[in-house]
């Protein structure tokens, strides 16, 4: 399993602009709420746009894997879960389950990629331990639960 995370709850309410021809939630929607989340997760962990600044680097997606499993509507009450799974020298895999709490349904399961860059040269940079170290669940350092 790797290291263990704190997992982040970002609240959703799908609103009338999300929705799609076929009356339901856009998949472009999905990974703006990926992003958000993602974010949000972040400046909760004491690292928000300010900090990466000062640091002259930050986060940008490499990539998205995501699996539509049920589909949103609008008015729905949605949580984004998401967390940390691994930290590679210069990248991060997050993953991410958006739920619907009303059915208990996972209406998506997805995980990006994300590369650590310093903004200035455009290249890769090596993640602070600091970062890692603030994604990590308090008191259990990296081994996982058996």
Known sequence: MGMVTNLYRHKIEVVA?????Q????????LKWMQ?????HSVDKGWGQAEYDQLRCGWVVRSHQIEYRWPAFEND???????????????CIR???????SDQKTLAIAQ????????????????P???IDAFLVEGLG?????
């Open 17 to 21: 602009d999300d929705i799609d021809l």
């Open 112 to 127: 990006t990629n994300w590369a650590f860059l310093n903004m200035d040269k455009r290249m890769p940079a090596k993640v």
């Open 23 to 30: 009356g339901h939630v856009n998949n472009l929607v999905y």
């Open 142 to 146: 990296q081994t996982a639960p058996s």
């Open 95 to 101: 993953k991410y389950e958006v739920q619907r709490p």
């Open 129 to 131: 331990q600091e970062i």
């Open 36 to 40: 958000d989340a993602a974010v949000a």
């Open 77 to 91: 009450q949605l949580e984004v879960v998401t967390w940390v799974e691994s930290f590679r020298r210069a990248s």
